[in-house]
């Protein structure tokens, strides 16, 4: 008796991926790349963030007749290697279509193409944060990093900080 319940939030407004009607949740991408990251023995994720394609495309007029997922991720500082190899890439494409039924079947279709996966600079998340406080109405104790970019500065700010 007199015990609050217990709540844990599985979405956050505009954090869905979703380029052709599959609708990948947080948690999905979430669950992805920390199943990829045990994997990783000469890595460490310390943090990372998603866009979708048609974000880019609508910034620099490509034509998309495949759209695909944008993912952005930082290293840890003691990480030996600082960039992920192309199997360490391509592992969490396969864990997404392991992960989303619907994400496969546009996969197999060639829908959607798969994930284009980055690295970017050590402090590249502390960087945004000062960011995006510095350019919205934010407090920094009410600021929580988006997982999905849904602004065109957003995600200029993460292709500049590529490795």
């Excluded at 495309?57 to 840890?76: C, M």
């Excluded at 600082?82 to 494409?93: G, T």
């Excluded at 829908?111 to 995006?132: D, L």
Aim: proline share 4%.
């Amino acid at each position: 008796m007199n015990q609050a319940p217990v709540m844990e939030l599985r979405y956050r407004i505009g954090q869905l991926l979703n380029v052709r009607g599959e609708k990948t949740s947080e948690i999905s991408i979430l669950t992805v790349i920390s199943k990829a990251a045990k994997e990783w023995t000469d890595v460490k994720l310390k943090d990372y963030c998603c866009a979708e394609s048609v974000l880019k495309s609508e910034r620099d007029g490509s034509d998309l007749s495949a759209p695909y997922y944008i993912l952005f991720v930082e290293l840890e500082d003691d990480s030996p290697n600082p960039k992920l190899s192309e199997k360490q890439k391509e592992l969490i494409d396969v864990y997404l279509r392991d992960e989303s039924y619907p994400y496969e079947s546009f996969r197999r279709k060639d829908a959607i193409g798969p994930i284009e996966v980055h690295t970017v600079a050590q402090n590249t998340f502390a960087e945004f944060r000062h960011y995006i406080l510095n350019n919205s109405g934010a407090s920094g104790n009410q600021l929580k990093i988006p997982r999905a970019l849904r602004r065109h500065d957003y995600l200029e700010f993460m292709l500049g900080k590529i490795l």
